[in-house]
């Protein structure tokens, strides 16, 4: 069965201290990997996605995500944190092999300090 | 381009009470998904539309929960009678048609019952 996992249920950061959030998937098929941000209250926002090509891609909000094909990973990064990306973070993956469906991980609340 | 639209925002019933969930989604998106988040957890799945037929219901606990996508755009989500463990958000998310694309969500309904 499909799954994602997010190891870090909870992370903190110093602002302007750089940051990595981990995404692992156990996927029957080539991926489609997806981060996702969630503000309190809020809708899910997309910051980046992997479809196919270069495995290093950029988002908004100054973030990036590597695919590790090898390792079943697509962590997110960010070199310099600002108070404001303090949030709830979410990586999902699909397939179309699946029918286009998202599967979430549990996400990882990510608390900046200041 | 306007958003996915959904509504009531909040919603507090009584366990064993019926409640409907709205959701428009972005014009001209064939695909239409319902999700459910439990505080603390991921988004789950409840059920997909490619325009207004069911691709994946398997999710959806059928006893109480129904949905529809009459003429293929709006989509209601039902809930009779509801159960504590129902306390949630609902999210609505839309895709255009075709290959595999980024899902849209909306802001979501708060769903609490007690």
């Known amino acids: 069965a499909q799954s994602v996992t997010q190891p870090d249920i909870h992370i903190t950061v110093s602002e302007g201290a750089s940051l990595e959030l981990r995404c692992n998937y156990s996927y029957g098929a080539t991926p489609y990997l997806f981060w996702y941000v969630q503000s309190p209250g809020q809708g899910l926002q997309l910051l980046l996605k992997y479809f196919s090509g270069d495995t290093l891609v950029q988002g908004i909000k100054g973030f990036e995500a590597e695919f590790k094909r090898s390792q079943s990973s697509f962590n997110l990064r960010k070199p310099s944190v600002h108070w404001s990306d303090a949030a709830e973070y979410f990586c999902a993956v699909g397939a179309m092999e699946y029918g286009n469906k998202l599967v979430f991980g549990a996400g990882t609340i990510l608390r900046v300090k200041s | 381009e306007a958003g996915v639209a959904q509504s009531p925002r909040y919603k507090i019933i009584e366990k064993r009470q019926s409640v409907a969930f709205w959701c428009n989604p972005i014009s001209g998106h064939a695909t239409l998904y319902w999700y459910q988040q439990i505080l603390g957890q991921g988004p789950k799945l409840l059920i997909q539309?490619?325009?207004?037929?069911?691709?994946?219901d398997s999710q959806l606990p059928k006893d109480r929960f129904s949905a529809e996508r009459l003429k293929g755009v709006d989509s209601t989500l039902k809930i009779q009678p509801a159960k504590l463990e129902d306390s949630a958000v609902y999210l609505c998310a839309s895709m255009p048609g075709g290959a595999w694309n980024e899902q849209f969500f909306g802001p979501g309904t708060r769903l609490t019952v007690l």
């Open positions: 539309f490619q325009n207004n037929g069911v691709v994946d």
